[in-house]
């Protein structure tokens, strides 16, 4: 991706998007956007706990400690370990996939994904916290850190998009030419991911609002320079 396809890209996507459970957004505040990986290193999870976490999770995982509040990793419903043995590629195993998922944060960069997942069998009945975030200032600041991806890398469904070694590409490697010619505005690149955690991501957000389905319930954030 060339300077001029990344402004490009920031112009049709300015906003990015992250889906966190309820109650979430302190925690957000506190510690940043963490990985499940960087999570488990926080709390020093280990044995059983940090096992069940880097597996895939068909529920929700409580990390808790006094000193540190509370963090629910997020289940992955979406994912089906039968269906990554048949689309995986490169020689990668579901273990492998999960790890790779595991060790970064996600955002993505349309509203109609979030709102897509929002409609899911799985979520539709419960409220989520979605974060609105400023594209091109989280750009700006972790450019060399963030890898983007053309597919959802986080289900599988019931034909699952072939993915590999180089599902996550560094910014300066991402095809968004070829892509361009396929896909539509704001589907050039489905995900944009962060290694490890993004730690000072309250500097990014635009607003933080409780959703169930499509319908917004309550905004627990609004940056004041933005607001109406």
């Known amino acids: 991706m060339t300077g001029a396809e990344l402004d490009e890209l920031l112009r049709d996507c300015p906003l990015l998007f992250h889906m966190a459970e309820a109650g979430a957004w302190p925690s957000i505040a506190r510690h940043g956007l963490l990985s499940t990986r960087a999570a488990l290193d926080l709390f020093e999870a280990t044995g059983d706990l940090?096992?069940?976490?880097?597996?895939?999770?068909?529920?929700?995982?409580?990390?808790?400690?006094?000193?540190l509040g509370r963090i629910v990793l997020r289940d992955q419903k979406p994912l089906s370990?039968?269906?990554l043995a048949r689309c995986l590629r490169d020689g990668l195993t579901p273990p492998d996939w999960h790890a790779r998922l595991n060790g970064r944060v996600f955002f993505w960069?349309?509203?109609?994904?979030?709102?897509?997942?929002?409609?899911?069998?799985?979520?539709?009945?419960?409220?989520?916290?979605?974060?609105?975030i400023e594209a091109a200032p989280l750009v700006a600041a972790y450019r060399d850190r963030i890898e983007l991806s053309a597919i959802n890398s986080g289900a599988t469904g019931r034909f699952p998009v072939p993915r590999g070694a180089d599902t996550f590409l560094p910014i300066d490697h991402y095809p968004y030419a070829a892509w361009r010619k396929k896909r539509a505005r704001g589907e050039r690149?489905?995900?944009?991911?962060?290694?490890?955690?993004?730690?000072?991501?309250?500097?990014?957000?635009?607003?933080?609002?409780?959703?169930?389905?499509?319908?917004?319930?309550?905004t627990l954030y609004e940056d004041p320079a933005t607001a109406p």
Do not use: C, N, W
């Open 109 to 132: 960069l349309s509203r109609k994904r979030v709102l897509t997942l929002l409609a899911g069998r799985a979520y539709r009945a419960q409220a989520h916290e979605i974060l609105e």
């Open 189 to 218: 690149a489905v995900e944009l991911t962060v290694p490890g955690a993004v730690p000072d991501l309250h500097r990014f957000v635009r607003r933080v609002v409780v959703m169930r389905g499509a319908s917004e319930i309550e």
């Open 50 to 67: 940090r096992a069940a976490a880097e597996r895939r999770r068909p529920e929700g995982l409580v990390l808790e400690r006094a000193d």
């Open 81 to 83: 370990d039968k269906a």
